[in-house]
């Protein structure tokens, strides 16, 4: 039986990851941050999930989710990791704090990093272990490609994450480990849910930002709304660790002619039509 290694497993993607790899013959551990979340997913999932209980942030407890999966591959390659933990920190540039800047970089860009290291020995860079090289796919965001008013942290987490995907996948050749991105668009998961929208919009006062970010928090509920289903993008994981040559990048958008054609437009004219869509300049 093959396994997978998936960050992030409480909730939305992850978890929806985690219930199609184990529908497909899979064994999947997967990390949380509390036990308790651990022991709700064991109970849907059954004896093929194993948790793991760590914050990507915490080095010392991803090394040791990983020693714990090394005992139990018993010297064979772990089949995929999927890097898909993540947070939004949401908010002007100007007002967010460096503690809201550096908590978005330690979980989206750190975290991966973290768990890339901890587990490539598993993943075959360790040429002794049996079996086929792993897969890493890490789980990114069109926000990756498009920088948004409001959405600073999280545009330079997912920039961030495609430059060091990019330069992975050319490091790990020599080891046959392939790396590849997903990067969806609005996805039907509770990433949203977990912001207080009244008290960010009440925390920027009487400042210039507050209408148009108001504005940006309807757009992203809305385009929430009308996303993909988790299980566009779990199944996009399953095929490509089933896949010899999968590409290296694949982008799931429900807005894809939009913002196909806003990250094809001249750099100023892009500027204006967000802006102006924004309420941050009149029409």
């Known amino acids: 039986m093959k396994s997978v290694v998936v960050t992030g497993v ?18 999947v551990f997967g990390s949380v941050r509390k036990a308790a979340d651990g022991e709700d997913v064991a109970a849907e999932l059954g004896a093929q999930f194993t948790p793991l209980i760590f914050d990507v942030t915490d080095r010392a407890a991803v090394d040791a989710a990983a020693a714990q999966v090394d005992a139990e591959l018993k010297g064979e390659k772990l089949a995929g990791l999927v890097n898909n933990a993540g947070i939004a920190v949401i908010g002007p540039i100007q007002n967010l704090s460096p503690e809201q800047f550096q908590t978005q ?29 792993g897969k890493i796919i890490n789980i990114s965001s069109i926000s990756g490609a498009i920088g948004m008013p409001f959405m600073g942290a999280y545009n330079m987490s997912k920039f961030g994450l495609e430059g060091f995907s990019e330069a992975l996948r050319r490091e790990l050749i ?16 509770p990433i949203w849910e977990k912001f207080d929208n009244a008290a960010l919009i009440k ?35 399953l095929d490509i660790l089933r896949s010899h040559k999968p590409k290296t990048h694949y982008t799931h958008d429900a807005q894809w002619m939009q ?15 967000i802006a ?8």
């Open 10 to 27: 409480s909730s939305g993607i992850g978890r929806q990851i985690a219930r199609d790899l184990i529908a497909q013959g899979y064994r």
């Open 105 to 133: 970089f330690d979980v989206n860009l750190m975290g991966v990093f973290h768990a890339t290291q901890a587990f490539l020995d598993l993943l075959g860079a360790d040429t002794s272990r049996t079996g086929e090289a």
């Open 174 to 189: 020599m080891f046959g480990i392939d790396v590849v991105v997903v990067a969806p668009g609005p996805v039907k998961t």
């Open 203 to 237: 925390s920027l006062g009487n400042s210039a930002f507050a209408k148009p970010l108001a504005r940006m928090l309807g757009f992203s509920q809305a385009m929430e709304e009308s996303g993909y289903e988790p299980d566009v993008i779990s199944h996009r994981v």
């Open 259 to 273: 913002n196909g054609l806003l990250a094809r437009l001249p750099k100023r004219m892009a500027d204006k039509m």
């Open 276 to 283: 102006k869509q924004m309420g941050l300049i009149k029409k």
